[in-house]
């Protein structure tokens, strides 16, 4: 009812006018498939790892800080003996125990556990900025990595297509110059254009691999 009426106001609509949407929840693939490869790098990546440790310890740090301010209790138990036997086992009617129990509290010491503990929260709010820029970074480099390798691939399957064609027209060209229908010039610019095509997908394949690795390391692997 709430959001009904927050869309009416929006829509300068009736309040008594009711609004039915139609559609249908979808999402694309290509989306989906960098969504999932950004969510790989975030749990992957050593950067992120480390800054998460990192921040663990620096809220850790802010307890330890604030405990300097906070009271200490040591308890203490010592048994005397004063028996004359070395090696006796048993206890001389003198023989007594000490229970100590020494409590103390700072109630002053300079503002120094008080600078302490925001030199630590200082110290985690740069961690959680840093951690926060590292996200981006690799935010971007994964966009970078991701874009390239989908332009690698189009182009590897372009050459792919385009190798196809030129490998027909070579072995066409080679059974015409059989029959005397074509020349030898003819059959050799066949040929050089399939060395070209064979020459473009070594190309592409070569810079498949350099933007696969790419992409890899973006998304956390070796």
Request: proline share 2%; aromatic share 10%; glycine share 2%.
């Amino acid at each position: 009812e709430s959001a009904q009426v927050l869309l009416n106001n929006l829509l300068y609509l009736d309040e008594n006018t009711k609004i039915k949407p139609q559609a249908q929840f979808n999402y694309e693939v290509v989306e989906l498939a960098y969504d999932e490869a950004f969510l790989k790098a975030i749990e992957q990546r050593p950067e992120i790892r480390q800054y998460a440790a990192q921040i663990k310890a620096d809220k850790k740090a802010i307890e330890i800080a604030k405990a300097d301010n906070r009271p200490n209790i040591y308890a203490s138990w010592d048994y005397y003996s004063r028996s004359t036997v070395t090696a006796s086992t048993t206890k001389n009617w003198n023989d007594y125990n000490i229970i100590g129990l020494t409590f103390t509290w700072p109630i002053f010491d300079g503002w120094t556990t008080k600078a302490k503990v925001e030199q630590a929260i200082v110290d985690l709010k740069e961690t959680q900025l840093t951690q926060e820029k590292v996200i981006k970074d690799i935010a971007l480099e994964l966009k970078n990595a991701y874009i390239s390798l989908k332009d690698v691939i189009a182009k590897l399957e372009a050459v792919e297509s385009e190798l196809k064609v030129y490998h027909d027209n070579l072995l066409s060209a080679k059974d015409k110059y059989k029959q005397g229908i074509v020349s030898l010039l003819d059959l050799s610019d066949a040929d050089l254009k399939y060395a070209i095509s064979m020459f473009n997908k070594n190309e592409a394949i070569y810079d498949y691999i350099i933007a696969k690795s790419s992409f890899d390391k973006a998304t956390g692997g070796l």
